[in-house]
C-alpha cells in the first residue's frame, strides 16, 4: 500500500485570496450608500446639514448616527471615498476576528465625542470614521509591538501622513474636532480590541500536513500524515510528545495551548 500526501495548500491561498477581496466590498457597499445619499439629495435640491452634529444640543445627537451619511460636495465625499473603502477592508483582513465592533465602536464613538468637543455647528461627514480607522492601525501596532502590526502602522502613516494636518484649526469650514474625535476613538479601539491579526486563534495546520516517511508500512517507503493544532500563547513554553499508532494511518491530536512546538517520537 502506498499512501499519497495530503496537500491542501493550494486551496488555503485560494481562500485567503478570496477572503481578502471579499473584505472590501462591506466598504463598498456603505460607500455605494453615501454617493447615493448624496445623488438624491443633489437631484432633490435637498439640504440635509440638519442631520449631522450638533455639538451639546439634545437633538443634535442623532447626528452621531447620520452625521457620517451626509457630504457637503463632491471633493468631501470624493476625499472621504477611497479611504473608507482601502482601510475597512484591510482592518476586515488583518483583523477579522474584531473588526465589526472595531469598525461600530469607531463610527459611534467618533460621533460621540464630537457631539461633546465640537464647536456650535453642524459637523458632517465620514472624515471622523476615517480618522478612527487609520488610528486603530496605526496605535495598534504601536502598542501590541508586533512586527506585523508595526509594517500597517507604518504603513498608515506612508500612505495617510496628510491626515495629520486636519487635526488642526486651520479652516474654519472643517471639522478639526471630529478629526480629533475619530483619531482618538481609533487609538480607544485599538486598546479594547487590538490584536495582532492571529493571537488569541488556534491556527489549523490541516492546510499543511507534515509528511512522514515509514519502512514500517510496507516494502516501498509510505507516507503517512499527522493533523495538528497549534494555539499561540505568550506563557511559558513547553514541549509536548504525542505517539504514532501504527494501526492508524491518521493521527489527530491538539497541542496543548502553552505548546509553541511538538516533537515526534514513533512508538512501534
Not at 473584505?23 to 445623488?39: E, Q
Not at 461600530?104 to 458632517?124: E, K, M, N
Not at 502590526?149 to 469650514?173: H, I
Not at 471630529?178 to 479601539?189: N, R
Amino acid at each position: 500500500m502506498h499512501l499519497t500526501p495530503y496537500n491542501k495548500k493550494s486551496e488555503s491561498l485560494a481562500e485567503e485570496k478570496n477572503h481578502f477581496g471579499y473584505s472590501f466590498f462591506p466598504g463598498l457597499l456603505f460607500v455605494a450608500l453615501l454617493w447615493l445619499i448624496a445623488l438624491l439629495s443633489y437631484l432633490t435640491d435637498a439640504n440635509l446639514v440638519w442631520l449631522g452634529v450638533l455639538p451639546r444640543n439634545f437633538y443634535g445627537i442623532v447626528g452621531v448616527f447620520l452625521g457620517p451619511l451626509i457630504h457637503s460636495g463632491l471633493l468631501h465625499l470624493l476625499s472621504n471615498t477611497f479611504p473608507l473603502v482601502l482601510l475597512s477592508g484591510f482592518i476586515l483582513f488583518l483583523h477579522r476576528r474584531v473588526a465589526l465592533r472595531v469598525i461600530v465602536l469607531v463610527y459611534l464613538l467618533s460621533g460621540f465625542l464630537t457631539w461633546l468637543i465640537g464647536r456650535q455647528a453642524y459637523h458632517i461627514g465620514a472624515s471622523g470614521v476615517v480618522y478612527g480607522l487609520a488610528g486603530y492601525l496605526l496605535f495598534n501596532g504601536f502598542i501590541r509591538r508586533n512586527r506585523g502590526a508595526m509594517a500597517v502602522s507604518f504603513a498608515v502613516l506612508f500612505l495617510y501622513s496628510g491626515l495629520f494636518y486636519g487635526l488642526f484649526p486651520n479652516d474654519e469650514g472643517v471639522s478639526w474636532e471630529g478629526h480629533i474625535a475619530g483619531l482618538v476613538a481609533g487609538f480607544i479601539a485599538a486598546v479594547v480590541y487590538g490584536e495582532t491579526g492571529t493571537e488569541g486563534q488556534q491556527i489549523e495546520a490541516l492546510d499543511e500536513i507534515e509528511q512522514h516517511r515509514s519502512s514500517t508500512l510496507g516494502e516501498q517507503y509510505s507516507y503517512f500524515k499527522i493533523n495538528y493544532i497549534i494555539s499561540s500563547d505568550k506563557e511559558e513554553q513547553k514541549h509536548y510528545h504525542y505517539n504514532l499508532n501504527p494501526n492508524d494511518y491518521g493521527l489527530f491530536i491538539p497541542t496543548n495551548k502553552k505548546a509553541s512546538t511538538s516533537t515526534k517520537k514513533k512508538k512501534i
